[in-house]
T-cell receptor, first 114, second 117 residues
Framework: DQQVKQNSPSLSVQEGRISILNCDYT??????FLWYKKYPAEGPTFLIS?????DKNEDGRFTVFLNKSAKHLSLHIVPSQPGDSAVYFC?????????????FGKGMKLTVNP | NAGVTQTPKFQVLKTGQSMTLQCAQD?????MSWYRQDPGMGLRLIHY???????DQGEVPNGYNVSRSTTEDFPLRLLSAAPSQTSVYFC????????????????FGEGSWLTVV
């Protein structure tokens, strides 16, 4: 039973346009969400996070939106750049549950074409 | 600042052999963990540690052992390698429990590619 779902395995966009990466979760106890970016042959690197007390967090070109009622979050990249081409992982945590665990989605490959 | 260092980067094992993947961090992080990444499966937690002397199982612990004798090191042992353990392994560390400290996040090593034949 997958608790964090990234249903689209890949996305291709043109440079300069918006990239929207979606993530759904099933565990209503999740209250902290993160996005990681991973280049081939490298470890994942932290991109942006959001707490459940917020519905939006912005950092430069990256914005994460959280819709708690729909158990859905999305990562917007505007404008998209070729260097953004990578695999993006959504992750979630129940910070009050004491499980000390971060649950990852399967990842989504973003390709930004010049 | 080295961050999280994993060794070896590549390893080929025969079925039944044992080996240890090393992981060290120099950030004085209390929390460390091991993940494996398989095609179409994302990152799955193998074992984790909330501090020296404390370890616990993650989502896929079978076939792996860990220990945490120091804050810096968190080795992962494969006791009797099986082809199903062919994967990319990532060690990670974090200052505190996931998400409980503002701005806290997990830092990953570069990965260890393991093939069991």
């Amino acid at each position: 039973d997958q608790q964090v779902k990234q249903n689209s395995p890949s996305l291709s966009v043109q440079e300069g346009r918006i990239s929207i990466l979606n993530c759904d979760y099933t565990n209503s106890m999740f209250d902290y969400f993160l996005w990681y970016k991973k280049y081939p042959a490298e470890g994942p690197t932290f991109l942006i996070s959001i707490s459940s007390i917020k519905d939006k967090n912005e950092d430069g070109r990256f914005t994460v939106f959280l819709n708690k009622s729909a158990k859905h979050l999305s990562l917007h990249i505007v404008p998209s750049q070729p260097g953004d081409s990578a695999v993006y992982f959504c992750a979630a945590s129940d910070t009050q549950g004491g499980s000390e665990k971060l649950v990852f989605g399967k990842g989504m490959k973003l390709t930004v074409n010049p | 600042n080295a961050g999280v260092t994993q060794t070896p980067k590549f390893q080929v094992l025969k079925t039944g052999q044992s080996m240890t993947l090393q992981c060290a961090q120099d950030m004085n992080h209390e929390y460390m963990s091991w993940y494996r990444q398989d095609p179409g499966m994302g990152l799955r937690l193998i074992h984790y540690s909330v501090g020296a002397g404390i370890t616990d199982q993650g989502e896929v612990p079978n076939g792996y052992n860990v220990s945490r004798s120091t804050t810096e090191d968190f080795p992962l042992r494969l006791l009797s390698a099986a082809p199903s353990q062919t994967s990319v392994y990532f060690c990670a560390s974090s200052y505190s429990a996931w998400g409980t400290t503002s701005g806290n996040t997990i830092y990953f090593g570069e990965g260890s590619w393991l093939t069991v034949v």
